[in-house]
């Protein structure tokens, strides 16, 4: 296998996310300074230009093409352009998914591993500032979806547990096949979650802002892969056919018939059917998955099914989506927090590189609106639908 090659070739400055009126900024590597972004005539005062750094620039117009230039102390630095996503419709509500915390990893890598020098250790850190960028980005309920831990040992659940001190919004969580890897030292994740109020049953629901959010629990215990079928009956009696639904699970959905990519998720002849059968009950379903590390999004007929990549290794992020009762909207950003990226960029290199050419996914599959095949304030009305989950 390949060893980890010391160089990489990261954007130096990069668009990573876009909603309708702002824009994530990452840079790697930017002269010392003072950073302002200059939108047409606008100036955003971004700060010190920290070497890595992410920045959002707010105020934007929705549905238009914007050139921003970047300078330090005055002087040009960059220049990239981004077009902002078009303004939604109707009263929306914040919800965001972090997965693939690996809380106990201590290196990254397949063959020569990364270490990190920082004295917090990088999968906390990385887990605890996108927490932070997802409650002031005002993410309303928290999903974790799976490889909480590395093993299921007691120390893991303990970072586990000094991760959750630190989220004051209601949290919903299932296991990944990490969590259920079932090592000599592992503790049981059902037992570890439930004894945290957090994993209630393997398919649990929540109505938030007039969208139903179900968890699904897909491992399968001390195997890699997943499992979906079994929880069809489940996951339909969880499903109101009158409100959309976003559907979360650690394992992502095959795309084709042979699996063509590592690590295996939900086998096609196993998700395929189960995505169909829960279309005909219900034509708005949006799934969100981890696993795979990488950033993705593809269609399924009316479904739309996305893959989040991991908090701790490039390109290192959280997702958040905007409930409507028009659409949704996901955003997929870089954890903000300079010693963060600090980490995840030294990770882009790993794998020979491919690593960071392979996970991060384009900007439209991170970044986009989907709307509902049908306008749901006008079926149940948002006073009584669009309310806020409850803790
Ligand atoms: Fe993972
Ligand atoms: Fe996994």
């Not at 668009?15 to 994530?24: K, S, W």
């Not at 042979?258 to 005909?280: A, K, M, Q």
Request: hydrophobic content about 40%; charged content about 25%.
């Amino acid at each position: 296998m390949a060893p980890i090659l010391p160089t990489t070739q990261l954007p130096p400055v990069e668009v990573f996310a876009v909603e309708d009126r702002a824009a994530q900024l990452t840079w790697r590597r930017l002269p010392d300074g003072h950073l302002v972004a200059r939108i047409g005539d606008a100036e955003h005062d971004l700060g010190p230009a920290a070497r890595p750094g992410a920045a959002e620039i707010g105020g934007m117009e929705p549905g238009t093409e914007h050139a921003i230039d970047l300078s330090v102390d005055g002087r040009l630095a960059a220049r990239t352009s981004i077009r902002t996503l078009d303004a939604m419709a109707g009263p929306s509500i914040k919800i965001a998914t972090v997965n693939d915390l690996h809380f106990g990893e201590d290196g990254f890598g397949l063959v020569k591993q990364l270490r990190d020098r920082h004295t917090d250790p990088y999968p906390l850190r990385c887990a605890r500032s996108a927490a932070r960028d997802a409650l002031d980005w005002g993410a309303e309920l928290l999903v974790i979806k799976g490889d909480i831990t590395c093993h299921s040992r007691a120390e893991e659940w303990e970072m586990f547990d000094e991760f959750l001190a630190d989220i004051p919004i209601p949290v919903m969580a299932i296991p990944g096949n990490h969590d259920t890897i079932g090592h000599v030292r592992s503790l049981d994740p059902t037992i570890e979650l439930q004894r945290r109020g957090l994993f209630p049953e393997p398919v649990t629901a929540r109505q938030v802002g007039g969208t139903t959010i179900i968890t699904v629990d897909t491992t399968l215990p001390t195997q890699s892969h997943g499992s979906v079928g079994h929880r069809q009956d489940d996951i339909l009696a969880a499903l109101d056919v009158d409100r959309p639904a976003v559907i979360f699970t650690h394992h992502h959905f095959e795309d084709r018939p042979v699996p063509w990519f590592w690590p295996l998720g939900l086998r096609y002849r196993d998700g395929t059917p189960l995505i169909e059968s829960l279309l005909e009950a219900n034509p708005d379903l949006f799934f969100s998955a981890g696993h795979t590390h990488r950033n993705r999004m593809r269609r399924h007929k009316s479904a739309v099914i996305t893959e989040v990549s991991s908090t701790k290794d490039y390109p290192g992020v959280w997702a958040g989506y905007v409930l409507s009762p028009t659409g949704i909207r996901q955003v997929v950003r870089r954890i903000s927090d300079p010693s963060s990226l600090h980490w995840t960029d030294r990770t882009h290199a790993a794998v020979a590189g491919i690593w960071g050419r392979w996970t991060p996914g384009p900007l439209t599959q991170r970044s986009f609106d989907h709307a509902w095949s049908r306008d749901y304030d006008a079926i149940s009305g948002p006073s009584q639908a669009w309310s806020s989950p409850s803790a």
